[in-house]
Nanobody
Framework: QLQASGGGLVQAGGSLRLSCAAS????????TGWFRQAPGKEREFVAT????????YYDDSVKGRFTISRENAKNTVYLQMHSLKPEDTAVYYC???????????????WGKGTQVTVSS
């Protein structure tokens, strides 16, 4: 089970940190990623981190502003978001998968989302 938290309302230029807590079969030894879905749009990739945390991938739209990290001792993955823009407004989902191929996470488990709203 994956539980995302930390969303909220923030002004443009502000920061938020999302957390994804894992338990059960979705815990441990899985790569974890963040995806987002804005109203009326397809779900899109944001960032992924390998289960050891040594390799990260980012969508170009968030590079330099977002940082994905993990604390395996706490079974938690984070997404630190800085310099937020109104176009970052979306429901953010965390996901876990056993494979990353060419930077793409093949998702085995989805978590429920957390809403991020960035006001202009």
């Amino acid at each position: 089970q994956l539980q995302a938290s930390g969303g909220g309302l923030v002004q443009a230029g502000g920061s938020l940190r999302l957390s994804c807590a894992a338990s059960g079969r979705s815990c441990c030894s899985y790569a974890t990623g963040w995806f987002r879905q804005a109203p009326g749009k397809e779900r899109e990739f944001v960032a992924t981190i390998t289960w050891r945390g040594g390799v990260t991938y980012y969508d170009d739209s968030v590079k330099g502003r977002f940082t994905i990290s993990r604390e395996n001792a706490k079974n938690t993955v984070y997404l630190q978001m800085h310099s937020l823009k109104p176009e970052d407004t979306a429901v953010y989902y965390c996901a876990a998968g056993a494979r990353i191929i060419n930077g793409e996470l093949y998702v085995d488990y989805w978590g429920k989302g957390t809403q991020v709203t960035v006001s202009s």
